[in-house]
């Protein structure tokens, strides 16, 4: 937890099927360059194995968000990719802020891997309720 503030950071993430843990490994190294420690990752729960191998990887918990609840995330980013395909303005956004739990809030938008099969987002936030999906 973060120490001064009672408050948990996740990393949610977005990625396309054929991403690689090397494209995950690099947003989080990003978004802890930019934000500090990160504590929890996240992501949809159809898509959480990969997350779980870095979750494995870095010693650290992964949170599922279902799948239907992401359309209820309001977002930074707008894709119409992710509109179309998820229902929502960006995976990793939504994943984030709702693994972070209510009144959760993104640090910042969506970051973009350099291969653009991943997107992962920030969101600080207290937790309560979410901790039912996480794993490691």
Same mark, same amino acid.
């Given at each position: #937890? +973060?120490? !001064?503030?009672?408050? #948990?950071?996740?990393? %949610?993430? %977005?990625?396309?099927?054929?991403?690689?843990?090397?494209?995950?490994?690099?947003?989080? &190294?990003?978004? @802890?360059?930019?934000? %500090?420690?990160?504590?929890?990752? !996240?992501?949809? $729960?159809?898509?959480?194995?990969?997350?779980?191998?870095?979750?494995?990887?870095?010693? #650290?918990?992964?949170?599922?968000?279902?799948? @239907? !609840?992401? =359309?209820?995330?309001? +977002? *930074? +980013?707008?894709?119409?990719?992710? *509109? @179309?395909? /998820?229902?929502?303005?960006?995976?990793? @956004?939504?994943? &984030?802020? *709702?693994?972070?739990?209510?009144?959760?809030?993104?640090?910042? =938008?969506? *970051?973009?891997?350099?291969?653009? #099969?991943?997107?992962?987002?920030?969101?600080?936030? $207290?937790? /309560?309720? !979410?901790? /039912?999906?996480?794993?490691?």
């Amino acid at each position: #937890m +973060t120490a !001064a503030s009672n408050a #948990m950071c996740v990393v %949610g993430f %977005g990625f396309r099927r054929a991403a690689r843990l090397a494209s995950l490994a690099d947003l989080l &190294a990003q978004l @802890e360059a930019r934000y %500090g420690p990160v504590d929890r990752l !996240a992501a949809a $729960a159809s898509k959480q194995a990969l997350v779980q191998a870095l979750g494995r990887e870095r010693g #650290m918990a992964v949170i599922a968000v279902a799948d @239907e !609840a992401l =359309p209820s995330a309001v +977002t *930074l +980013t707008h894709s119409r990719h992710s *509109l @179309e395909a /998820r229902g929502t303005g960006s995976v990793a @956004e939504a994943v &984030a802020l *709702l693994a972070a739990g209510p009144g959760a809030e993104l640090l910042g =938008p969506r *970051l973009i891997s350099a291969d653009r #099969m991943a997107t992962a987002a920030v969101a600080r936030g $207290a937790l /309560r309720g !979410a901790l /039912r999906g996480e794993g490691a």
